[in-house]
């Protein structure tokens, strides 16, 4: 069995933001950016912190970087950086 990834939940629950939250801004970010084919879940976030699977290395880069500025005031919604 995996052992969860308290790092994740951790990051997500300290920006405030809920599994519903995570997929929707990683969801709404994407179709900016003109990725039709993101659909990202409160399942798959959970998921994910579960390790039960694996974020695409696109979202795992988003969350960083997101959940961070989110946690120190600066806002990003780059999904390719």
Do not use: F
């Not at 694996?54 to 997101?66: D, G, M, P, Q």
């Not at 500025?69 to 806002?75: D, I, L, Q, V």
């Amino acid at each position: 069995m995996s052992t969860p990834n308290y790092a994740l939940a951790s990051a997500l629950s300290t920006a405030g933001w809920s599994n519903a939250a995570t997929a929707r801004r990683i969801n709404d970010c994407a179709a900016r950016r003109g990725h039709r084919g993101t659909a990202v879940d409160t399942a798959r976030v959970g998921r994910w912190i579960r390790t039960v699977n694996v974020a695409h290395e696109a979202y795992a880069r988003w969350l960083i970087k997101n959940v961070l500025s989110k946690m120190t005031n600066n806002h990003s919604t780059d999904l390719t950086t």
